[in-house]
């Protein structure tokens, strides 16, 4: 089947800019990169010639020397005979451009030069490069980016066969925050309990879709997803274009990654991530490395707690404490075991469903733009799940797939500290409702909250 993508959109709105600089899109492996890519070059223009780095490692020759825009095309037509680099409206596609670095340093001279469309696809981690020593210059301005993540909700509606029509209907239900039907609400609830148990790798919803819906077909593919990424644990690329593996860092990944869904299944403990926990005396200078290695490759996303309720919060970060969070959330079903998705399916799971709902809440901030920032007091026992920057001020927003307290929120949005928000939403499973000093909204409705958010923050 065929899956559509808002990056297709981004795609259209990049190439009718004027002036438009060599694109990189980037993002974790499997996300629909190159078939995004792929799909927009031939739809836009009338040439497209690939140069895939990870396959064909002699197209890195083509980057040795002299890197104006002349010679690469006059030694890429050697390697790439059968291509046509003189008609007009070409677009060139540098795959994998993470393996080829001196490819990377050529976009400034395709910039420059103007005659070709570039764009250019790698994982975080290739296109990074996690390499302690570089001779590589990267450019800089002159690369435009677009980050790729797995399917958003609302695209994971749209492959279900929601229509257009249907979800902007669930956006104005949603902006208006009224009570649903039991039907609307039980409706849209089951599919974001599949999206939740599945998550929103192309390749994970479309065997799912085209399997009838089959849950074990789709986990199938997530664990061989995950030995994949596995495997990619410790990789780089060094400036000669050779592949390593780092067997120390890909031993600190592992377990690092492996503790994730413990300890986020660990409850009433506001200091989330331990280091102890990923190895007996373990400490944070022992595991930055790691942290920077999986965040850089789009594995984990980090939610680093604040000392005060005070905008920016980025100038209250206290990093020595963070939550984190699997980036999809189908990719930490996976990481449990099998009746852990069967339990949680069949509304029979206790002690790992709140850990799944946060874990949810992360990715769905996280992919409305928005860094993860939390707020506790150790002493006072005391938390606030997530905290956001919006328009008219501070948002509480707290994740409550049980009846959790929110005891913080209650003081801050009841005046009872030197801290004031503007708003307090706490994320359910069923429908809309007003509280004492808070607003619940259904997981199914939160993307479109957050999207809410976040226009009004850029409507000036």
């Given at each position: 089947?065929?899956?559509?993508?808002?990056?297709?959109?981004?795609?259209?709105?990049?190439?009718?800019?004027?002036?438009?600089?060599?694109?990189i899109?980037?993002?974790?492996?499997?996300?629909?990169?190159?078939?995004?890519?792929?799909?927009?070059?031939?739809?836009?223009?009338?040439?497209?010639?690939?140069?895939?780095?990870?396959h064909?490692?002699?197209?890195?020759?083509?980057?040795?020397?002299?890197?104006?825009?002349d010679?690469?095309?006059?030694?890429a037509?050697?390697?790439?005979?059968?291509?046509?680099?003189?008609?007009?409206?070409?677009?060139?596609?540098?795959?994998e451009?993470?393996?080829?670095?001196?490819?990377?340093t050529?976009?400034?001279?395709?910039?420059?030069d103007?005659?070709?469309?570039?764009?250019?696809?790698?994982?975080?981690?290739?296109?990074?490069?996690?390499?302690?020593?570089?001779r590589?210059?990267?450019?800089?301005?002159?690369?435009?980016?677009?980050?790729?993540?797995?399917?958003?909700?609302?695209?994971?509606?749209?492959?279900?066969?929601?229509?257009?029509?249907?979800?902007?209907?669930?956006?104005?239900?949603?902006?208006?925050?009224?009570?649903?039907?039991?039907?609307?609400?039980?409706?849209?609830?089951?599919?974001?309990?599949?999206?939740?148990?599945?998550?929103?790798?192309?390749?994970?919803?479309?065997?799912?879709?085209?399997?009838n819906?089959?849950?074990?077909?789709?986990?199938?593919?997530?664990?061989r997803?995950?030995?994949?990424?596995?495997?990619?644990?410790?990789?780089?690329?060094?400036?000669?274009?050779?592949?390593?593996?780092?067997?120390?860092?890909?031993?600190?990944?592992?377990?690092?990654?492996?503790?994730?869904?413990?300890?986020?299944?660990?409850?009433?403990?506001?200091?989330?991530?331990k280091?102890?926990?990923?190895k007996?005396?373990?400490?944070?200078?022992a595991?930055?490395?790691?942290f920077?290695?999986?965040?850089?490759?789009?594995?984990?996303?980090?939610?680093?707690?604040?000392?005060?309720?005070?905008?920016?919060?980025?100038?209250?970060?206290?990093e020595?404490?963070?939550?984190?969070?699997?980036?999809?959330?189908?990719?930490?079903?996976?990481m449990?075991?099998?009746?852990?998705?069967?339990?949680?399916?069949?509304?029979?799971?206790?002690?790992?469903?709140?850990?799944?709902?946060?874990?949810?809440?992360?990715?769905?901030?996280?992919?409305?733009?928005?860094?993860?920032?939390y707020?506790?007091?150790?002493?006072?026992?005391?938390?606030?799940?997530?905290?956001?920057?919006?328009?008219?001020?501070?948002?509480?927003?707290?994740?409550?797939?049980?009846?959790?307290?929110m005891?913080?929120?209650?003081?801050?949005?009841?005046?009872?500290?030197?801290?004031k928000?503007?708003?307090?939403?706490?994320?359910?499973?069923?429908?809309?409702g007003?509280?004492?000093?808070?607003?619940?909204?259904?997981?199914?409705?939160?993307?479109?909250?957050?999207?809410?958010?976040?226009?009004?923050?850029?409507?000036?």
């Open positions: 089947m065929e899956i559509r993508r808002k990056a297709y959109q981004s795609l259209v709105e990049w190439k009718s800019r004027k002036n438009h600089k060599p694109l899109v980037e993002g974790l492996r499997q996300v629909g990169k190159s078939y995004i890519v792929a799909k927009f070059a031939k739809e836009n223009y009338s040439n497209a010639i690939i140069f895939d780095f990870r064909r490692k002699e197209l890195a020759t083509v980057f040795s020397g002299d890197l104006d825009v010679t690469i095309i006059r030694k037509k050697l390697f790439l005979s059968d291509e046509n680099f003189d008609i007009e409206n070409t677009v060139l596609i540098f795959e451009i993470g393996d080829c670095p001196l490819a990377r050529s976009l400034k001279s395709f910039a420059m103007g005659r070709y469309d570039v764009i250019a696809t790698g994982s975080l981690l290739g296109v990074i490069n996690f390499r302690r020593k570089t590589v210059k990267i450019p800089t301005g002159y690369e435009d980016f677009l980050n790729m993540s797995g399917l958003d909700f609302e695209e994971f509606l749209w492959a279900n066969g929601i229509s257009e029509e249907q979800v902007d209907e669930l956006k104005r239900q949603t902006a208006e925050k009224k009570e649903l039907d039991p039907f609307t609400v039980n409706f849209y609830k089951k599919l974001m309990k599949d999206y939740l148990a599945i998550g929103g790798l192309p390749e994970v919803v479309s065997t799912f879709i085209d399997s819906r089959n849950y074990i077909e789709a986990r199938n593919v997530l664990e997803l995950l030995t994949d990424y596995r495997a990619d644990f410790g990789r780089f690329v060094d400036d000669d274009g050779n592949e390593l593996i780092d067997y120390r860092l890909q031993s600190q990944l592992n377990m690092i990654f492996d503790s994730i869904p413990k300890q986020l299944a660990r409850e009433n403990d506001i200091n989330k991530f280091y102890s926990e990923v007996k005396g373990g400490r944070a200078a595991f930055k490395e790691g920077e290695w999986l965040e850089k490759a789009g594995l984990v996303l980090r939610c680093f707690n604040v000392n005060a309720l005070e905008t920016p919060l980025s100038l209250n970060v206290d020595t404490y963070f939550k984190v969070f699997i980036s999809d959330t189908g990719l930490l079903m996976a449990y075991p099998v009746v852990t998705m069967r339990d949680f399916l069949n509304d029979k799971l206790d002690s790992r469903k709140g850990a799944i709902y946060e874990n949810l809440a992360g990715v769905l901030i996280h992919k409305a733009g928005f860094p993860l920032y707020y506790a007091d150790g002493e006072k026992h005391l938390e606030i799940d997530f905290l956001i920057e919006g328009a008219d001020g501070l948002i509480l927003y707290e994740e409550k797939s049980t009846n959790g307290k005891a913080a929120s209650r003081a801050v949005m009841s005046g009872q500290t030197p801290y928000a503007a708003a307090c939403y706490k994320i359910i499973e069923n429908n809309f007003d509280g004492a000093f808070f607003t619940s909204v259904p997981q199914f409705c939160a993307p479109f909250l957050l999207d809410d958010i976040c226009k009004k923050i850029y409507s000036f």
